[in-house]
């Protein structure tokens, strides 16, 4: 099996377990390089540190931590830090769904898709959360996704992952399902602390439609959703066409 290079990163911060376990992992494929956020990001989607001063620190050989952002992270391993580009980039193990619209706000997914704009194939895991935190199925699907890309050499073509499972005992999963990208919202999202201090957050409602990510995770099994960066929206091009265009 061939030996390759990965590049690791998260949103969740450098000393989160989830990373330390997906390193683990992934030194059982290849060499690991590690930059990670030095401390939580999430929700920081594709956000990117612009003309800031950014700091990074050498926590040991191959790996690094950055006082910004996940996509940050990723812009300076491939562009300052590695000798060259990695087979493929792993963002997570993330602890938290990113599921439907939260692709657009996740860092974990930020950092993903700048792999892939990069031209690394890149993955962006996640488990849900239930009661402790186990990530035993989340080891043992990440391990065999891994194991059956490099198998099948689908590394040689680029491409962007979304997955998501329900952090069980791997026993409990029943098996993997390829998706498209589901729905969910937020109940009571904004909490006022005063007059002018607030918190979005709130209790958040899965919507289990048919073949979406949601409605995989949600009846135990692992939800992988291809993903891609061109958002056009087709329909309404022929339409805009006439209106504007004489």
């Known amino acids: 099996m061939k030996n390759l ?18 390193k683990e992992i992934l030194q059982r494929f290849g060499q690991v390089f590690i930059c990670a956020p030095d401390k939580e990001k999430s929700g920081s989607s594709h956000s990117i540190s612009l003309r800031k001063e950014i700091k990074i620190k050498e926590i040991k050989n191959n790996i690094y931590t950055v006082n910004g952002t996940p ?6 391993a491939i562009e300052a830090l590695m000798s060259k580009k990695p087979d ?14 939260d692709t657009l706000y996740s860092g974990t997914l930020g950092a993903a898709r700048e792999g892939y704009l990069y031209g690394v194939p890149s993955i962006a895991f996640s488990v849900g959360p239930l009661n402790t935190p ?20 689908a590394y040689k073509k680029n491409f962007l ?22 729905k969910r919202h937020y109940i009571n999202p904004i909490e006022r602390i005063n007059e002018y201090t ?8 899965l919507i289990p439609e048919k073949d979406t990510d949601v ?28 209106l504007f265009i004489d």
């Open 134 to 153: 186990c990530f035993d199925a989340g080891k043992y699907y990440l391990e065999r996704i891994i194991k059956r890309i490099i198998e099948k050499k």
């Open 71 to 76: 996509v940050d992270c990723v812009i300076i």
């Open 198 to 205: 607030f918190k979005i957050g709130g209790k958040l409602t």
């Open 5 to 22: 290079t990965f590049l690791l990163v998260n949103d969740d911060g450098i000393n989160a377990k989830g990373l330390k376990l997906a």
């Open 161 to 182: 992952l979304n997955i998501n499972l329900l952090d069980l005992k791997k026993e409990e999963i029943k098996g993997i399902k390829i998706t498209k990208l589901g």
């Open 215 to 242: 409605k995989a995770v949600l009846d135990k099994y692992v939800s992988i959703t291809p993903l891609k960066l061109d958002t056009t929206d087709l329909s309404k091009f022929k339409k805009l066409k006439e």
């Open 88 to 101: 493929m980039l792993v963002s997570g193990i993330n602890y938290g769904f990113n599921l439907g619209e």
